[in-house]
Antibody, heavy 121, light 113 residues
Framework: QVQLVQSGAEVKKPGASVKVSCKAS????????MQWVRQAPGQGLEWMGM????????SYTQKFQGRVTMTMDTSTSTVYMELNSLRSEDTAVYYC??????????????WGQGTLVTVSS | DIVMTQSPDSLTVSLGERATINCKSS????????????LAWFQQKPGQPPKLLIY???TRESGVPDRFSGSGSGTDFTLTLSSLQAEDVAVYYC?????????FGPGTKVDIK
């Protein structure tokens, strides 16, 4: 069965970086894009971007351009989301999510458990 | 970017009654050549990741009860819960995946009266 297992909670100081991992299993890793979505405490869902594990091409929301990097390791079926220059507003739960179709434009039917990133001095 | 709006912000419905949530996109999410609307609905309960309910605006995800239905086309969409159950208490989000960034609506909180 499809599983997305994310790394554990992180506490970071403002200005630092965080790298969240998402290990996929139960499907063909390179066939499906992986999307990243975040949710600040008590707030809605915010789409951050996606990566194509077949080749590594990425698409980022303009808001995060220059601060976010999504990468993958096909040998371990793991995708990573690194966010730099953290500020308090980046405190959120970060989710990886697998689309239900191999198409680039697809909604997501499987989600990781979420990783809480807390940015605090 | 495509802006998604939802109404109402919240609603309270009696058990067994109908709940209707509206979603509007700032531009059409209908891909005319395939006649598909790139619109999904999610349910999110506290402490859980979102759960996909509906995609292509009206296709129910496997395992989702048939009391959930989606309709609409172009820029206006509706999620209907035909007979509210206690386990349906949650926040519901629409999302467009027509054009990156795949923006979400602000959410509608559904509660029991």
């Amino acid at each position: 069965q499809v599983q997305l297992v994310q790394s554990g909670a992180e506490v970071k100081k403002p200005g630092a970086s965080v790298k969240v991992s998402c290990k996929a299993s139960g499907y063909s890793f390179t066939t499906y894009y992986m999307q990243w979505v975040r949710q600040a405490p008590g707030q809605g869902l915010e789409w951050m971007g996606m990566i194509n594990p077949s080749g590594g091409s990425t698409s980022y929301t303009q808001k995060f351009q220059g601060r976010v990097t999504m990468t993958m390791d096909t040998s371990t079926s793991t995708v990573y989301m690194e966010l730099n220059s953290l500020r308090s507003e980046d405190t959120a739960v970060y989710y990886c999510a697998k689309p239900h179709s191999p198409d680039r434009y697809s909604s997501c039917d499987f989600w990781g458990q979420g990783t809480l990133v807390t940015v605090s001095s | 970017d495509i802006v998604m709006t939802q109404s109402p912000d919240s609603l309270t419905v009696s058990l067994g009654e109908r709940a209707t949530i509206n979603c509007k996109s700032s531009q059409s999410v209908l891909y005319s050549s395939g006649n598909k609307n790139y619109l999904a609905w999610f349910q999110q309960k506290p402490g859980q990741p979102p759960k996909l309910l509906i995609y292509w605006a009206s296709t129910r995800e496997s395992g989702v009860p048939d009391r959930f239905s989606g309709s609409g086309s172009g820029t206006d969409f509706t999620l209907t819960l035909s007979s509210l159950q206690a386990e349906d208490v949650a926040v519901y989000y629409c999302q467009q995946y027509y054009s990156p960034p795949f923006t979400f609506g602000p959410g509608t909180k559904v509660d029991i009266k």
